[in-house]
């Protein structure tokens, strides 16, 4: 079976998801100084930086969902946020980020939940900023993207950087980059076989059906980018792969489409043509 799809009750497998994520998010507590140090200093990422930057400006309220060990929060409070509020389902992330957010006194606020649905106001954020490794643990992305434009004041944005796609069939073989004859970029799920996520179950959302869920909840896109750049290297790892000639990370960047008539959440197919 070329897609990889994983036999068990999705509800088992997204309890197993989120116990592997509760493990993996020790590190955040075993590395707790080392965490704090490197936050101590933590900047974006030069093309978030660069899109972001007009956006950070305006002191935004930012809402970030999947917001894992929460450095990227205190990053862009650097950069000029007014607040964050990160959302994770797991309380060993959510106690690390919160206690290293306090302790640098920066206003960060953290709540423990299951994304979608978001638990906060309707029209609560200026700028949605998540990626990273988050849209993979997401089965539904017409949801998600509601709850975006839900809690998006008028003139928000929502700031995506992410995993390419097609990185799930890219081999880590470091004298040739192949395609892993084991993996389909239209397979809807795979078993994720590297740290720190090893034995989830990753959902797989092509760039197309990223870019349309986006859209048909109302956004207005505004940049879409490409690059060959993986948003992180696992320590000590090398693959040809993330040397130029592949994509590996995305970055989106769209707003609450207030010029189009009619704009909002809209379910799949309730759409008709004019
Ligand atoms: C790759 S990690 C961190 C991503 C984060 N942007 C970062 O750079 O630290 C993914 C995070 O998403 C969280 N997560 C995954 N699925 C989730 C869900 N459905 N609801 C809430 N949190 C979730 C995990 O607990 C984990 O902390």
Request: aromatic share 6%; no cysteine; hydrophobic share 40%.
């Given at each position: 079976?070329?897609?990889?799809?994983?036999?068990?009750?999705?509800?088992?497998?997204?309890d197993?998801?989120?116990?592997?994520?509760?493990?993996?998010?020790?590190?955040?507590?075993?590395?707790?100084?080392?965490?704090?140090?490197?936050?101590?200093?933590?900047?974006?990422?030069?093309?978030?930086?660069?899109?972001?930057?007009p956006l950070l400006a305006r002191r935004p309220d930012v809402l970030h969902p999947q917001s894992g060990h929460g450095i990227d929060d205190i990053a862009l409070i650097a950069?000029?946020?007014?607040?964050?509020?990160?959302?994770?389902?797991?309380?060993?992330?959510?106690g690390a980020a919160q206690q290293r957010a306090d302790e640098l006194g920066r206003p960060c606020r953290y709540l423990l939940t299951q994304v979608p649905?978001?638990?906060?106001?309707?029209?609560?954020?200026?700028?949605?900023?998540?990626?990273?490794?988050?849209?993979i643990w997401l089965p539904d992305l017409d949801t998600?993207?509601?709850?975006?434009?839900?809690?998006?004041?008028?003139?928000?944005?929502?700031?995506?950087?992410?995993?390419h796609p097609a990185v799930p069939l890219w081999s880590w073989d470091e004298d040739e980059a192949r395609i892993r004859p084991d993996r389909s970029y239209f397979a809807r799920t795979h078993v994720n076989d590297t740290f720190p996520a090893l034995g989830a179950v990753e959902h797989q959302h092509t760039l197309a059906?990223?870019?349309m869920a986006v859209t048909r909840a109302?956004?207005?896109?505004?940049?879409?980018?490409?690059h060959p750049e993986p948003f992180w290297r696992p320590v000590g790892a090398r693959a040809q792969a993330w040397e130029g000639r592949?994509?590996?990370?995305?970055?989106?960047?769209?707003?609450?489409?207030?010029?189009?008539?009619?704009?909002?959440?809209?379910?799949?197919?309730?759409?008709?043509?004019a």
């Open positions: 079976m070329i897609d990889g799809d994983a036999p068990d009750h999705p509800d088992t497998r997204e197993r998801t989120r116990q592997a994520w509760e493990e993996a998010s020790g590190k955040h507590v075993r590395e707790y100084d080392a965490l704090l140090a490197e936050a101590r200093g933590a900047r974006l990422l030069p093309v978030e930086e660069e899109l972001l930057g950069a000029g946020a007014r607040s964050v509020v990160g959302l994770d389902y797991s309380a060993t992330a959510v649905p978001f638990p906060v106001d309707t029209a609560s954020a200026d700028l949605v900023y998540t990626g990273k490794g988050a849209l998600w993207a509601a709850e975006v434009v839900r809690v998006l004041r008028p003139g928000g944005h929502l700031f995506v950087h992410e995993a059906e990223i870019v109302g956004l207005q896109l505004l940049e879409l980018l490409e592949l994509p590996n990370s995305f970055t989106l960047l769209a707003s609450v489409d207030v010029t189009r008539p009619g704009a909002g959440p809209v379910s799949p197919g309730a759409r008709t043509s």
